[in-house]
């Protein structure tokens, strides 16, 4: 899950490769999938915000990446409290936001451009089977920059809808969301033929 | 040289264009025209984007039908939203997209991305993410992503309709300093103030062609015409 955006930075973690970086993250998800407790979550913890600091990012910077899960996590708090008791919610919920702060480092200090690369490097051998690595790629790139293009619309689609006084209407939000981002699509379609992207 | 050859283009039951046979040559040609006139798809010809129901379309011999690959690397393409052709997270890496697969060491890469963002205004935005760009330069990171690849020919399909004045102004003035041909689709006539050449279609045939100045006012008047009908 890639959730930030780069910010340039002489750190260590910066200069890493990004193959290690991946790698690195693989490693690290899997330990604390595979020993799920509150230990490892807050050992997970310190451990990624040791790194936060080392690539001269701060607690605002940490928080802010995981921020946008915060409904998901109210959700699902009572759930696996009820299900698991406190340890296990704990454990659970704690695993997700961890990884996911950890996988924003990744985000925050390694260009795309070179997050692609390895990906293309890995799939490589897939060739043989009729996979593309650098279309694959090419779908991850855009996949990140989609993103912030539908926050944008949605913003847009929540204004349009509370300056025609349809607050309450999901049909006002959902409709022109829906047909900007497939028109949105449409566009970047043309646009990469345009570059010669996919030639 | 672009070639148009009984170029006709239909969208379904819809006729875009009709019997279109143009040499291009020049190195400013403008076309102006009605929304809904064919001029947009007329744009879409040249690199083909679009490819013609009937007639065929050449870029130096090469048939935009069947070597389209071949078309695109002579011919870009910018368009009105630059949102929409932005592909990457920030200004740098989007520029450094456009040269993927061609062949060019790291170092070669940002060499031309950090000399086009200097010339078009950009170098302290490398790193910035594309998205919080303002319109103006968004525009520009637009430019310059394909301008990096060094094409030969550049179609511009209403670049400048999303910006402000200022920012219109600027735009227009870097497509006038390029050392490529330029084909620019508008209604911003201002811009096409002393072009070699200036096509108007009107409902999908071309209906007046020569100096800009010559073109414009027969534009005005068709408009105007429509107008008291």
New interface residues.
């Given amino acids: 899950m890639l959730t930030g955006?780069?910010?340039?930075g002489t750190s260590r973690v910066h200069r890493s490769a990004a193959g290690v970086k991946l790698l690195g993250l693989l490693v690290f998800s899997t330990l604390l999938v595979a020993f799920q407790s509150p230990v490892t979550v807050l050992v997970g913890l310190i451990l990624v915000s040791g790194l936060y600091g080392f690539a001269g990012f701060g607690v605002r910077t940490l928080v802010g990446q995981v921020w946008p899960l915060r409904w998901f996590v109210l959700f699902l708090v009572p759930f696996q409290w009820w299900t698991a008791g406190w340890q296990g919610a704990v454990a659970v919920i704690g695993t997700l936001v961890v990884a996911v702060a950890a996988a924003a480092l990744i985000s925050l200090t390694t260009?795309?451009?070179d997050l692609l690369d390895v990906i293309a490097r890995l799939l490589e051998p897939a060739r043989a089977i009729g996979v593309d690595p650098?279309r694959v790629a090419l779908l991850v790139?855009?996949t990140?920059?989609a993103v912030?293009?539908i926050a944008?619309t949605l913003q847009e689609a929540r204004d349009a809808r509370r300056a025609r006084g349809l607050e309450h209407s999901t049909r006002a939000l959902v409709t022109p969301l829906v047909v900007r981002t497939i028109r949105?699509a449409d566009?970047?379609g043309?646009?990469?033929?345009?570059?010669?992207?996919d030639? | 040289m672009i070639q148009i050859e009984g170029v006709s283009h239909r969208y379904g039951d819809r006729e875009v264009l009709s019997g279109i046979d143009l040499s291009l040559v020049e190195s400013r040609i403008g076309v102006i025209g009605a929304n809904g006139s064919g001029k947009s798809t007329l744009a879409r010809l040249l690199?083909g984007?679009v490819v013609p129901s009937t007639g065929r379309v050449l870029v130096d011999g090469m048939d935009t039908a069947r070597d389209?690959?071949g078309v695109?690397?002579k011919v870009?393409?910018v368009?009105s939203?630059p949102?929409?052709?932005?592909?990457?997270?920030?200004v740098a890496?989007d520029v450094?997209?456009?040269l993927?697969?061609r062949g060019l060491s790291k170092k070669e890469v940002a060499d031309r991305v950090g000399d086009i963002l200097g010339r078009y205004g950009l170098g302290g935005h490398a790193?910035h993410?594309a998205?919080l760009l303002s319109s103006g330069q968004k525009q520009l990171l637009a430019l310059a992503?394909?301008l990096v690849?060094e094409p030969e020919v550049l179609v511009c399909d209403e670049p400048t309709t999303l910006l402000d004045l200022r920012n219109s102004r600027h735009v227009a003035g870097l497509l006038e300093g390029l050392a490529q041909r330029v084909v620019l689709i508008t209604h911003d006539l201002d811009l096409l103030h002393g072009w070699q050449r200036v096509l108007v279609i009107d409902e999908g045939r071309v209906v007046a062609d020569g100096p800009a100045e010559q073109s414009i006012d027969h534009y005005e008047g068709l408009m105007g015409a429509e107008r008291s009908c």
Avoid: C, K, W
Wanted: hydrophobic share 40%; glycine share 4%.
């Fill in positions: 955006t780069y910010r340039p260009r795309v451009t650098d790139a855009l990140i920059r912030p293009v944008a949105h566009r970047v043309d646009a990469l033929a345009a570059r010669g992207i030639d | 690199n984007l389209g690959a695109r690397r870009a393409f368009f939203d949102d929409a052709q932005i592909v990457m997270p920030t890496e450094a997209f456009s993927r697969r790193d993410p998205h992503s394909v690849t």
